[in-house]
């Protein structure tokens, strides 16, 4: 890609790359990270994304500084966190967990919250949370059953994904829905587009789906 600096995605997600995508932006790299996710102690919602994003973000620097073809790149990171109050709910790999997120998530208001860190090409990290407000229908044990049974919640933070049949669930939201999904994308570009990064250099031959 002549014309632009380079981007690197510190991420493996399909949802955060497609969302990059749909506002015409295409990663020279994929460099996810491996971080303990796992929350600290008494560590609340907002810091424990801010944390996890900066520290997927120093872990994807480090692999850059070490590829020629890549150094001096863009790289964003992000983390995604979803709250009840201060209780963080994990991102669920087992039925269980799924099962009890989506009970607590019952008839309830919940928070999401999406870290993102952005590394410029001259390593300067800079950092914004988004946060939205979801309300949940009262779900019935043959919705839980039923959307378990769909599989879409594996490895999804509050095990469930907003963009699949768990939209049906969303009474309200407040905020925004791309930050729910993974990805802020206004926050996103603006923060890109503020450090010099040209955002609109994919749009010329994009073709809209």
């Known amino acids: 890609m002549l014309g632009r600096p380079k981007f690197v995605l510190a991420s493996g997600s399909p949802r955060r790359l497609s969302l990059l995508n749909q506002a015409g932006i295409e990663p020279d790299a994929l460099r996810p990270a491996d971080v303990d996710e796992t929350p600290r102690r008494g560590e609340l919602p907002r810091a ?5 994003a900066r520290a997927k973000a120093d872990a994807a620097l480090k692999s850059v500084q070490l590829d020629d073809e890549l150094r001096g790149s863009f790289i964003l990171s992000a983390d995604t966190v979803v709250a009840v109050g201060r209780r963080i709910l994990p991102k669920a790999n087992l039925v269980d967990e799924a099962a009890q997120c989506l009970r607590l998530l019952s008839g309830r208001n919940h928070r999401v919250y999406t870290a993102i860190t952005l590394v410029t090409p001259r390593e300067a990290f800079r950092q914004r ?4 407000r979801v309300r949940f229908k009262r779900l019935s044990e043959d919705d839980i059953q039923a959307y378990i049974g769909s599989g879409e919640w594996r490895g999804k933070a509050g095990g469930y994904a907003v963009q699949g049949i768990a939209g049906s669930f969303v009474v309200k939201m407040v905020g925004s829905y791309t930050n729910v999904v993974g990805l ?15 955002i609109r250099f994919g749009w010329l031959n994009s073709t809209a789906v």
Do not use: I
């Open 129 to 132: 949370l988004v946060e939205t």
């Open 48 to 52: 424990c994304a801010n944390r996890l």
């Open 184 to 198: 802020p994308l206004y926050e996103t570009t603006t923060l890109l587009g503020g450090e010099g990064f040209p």
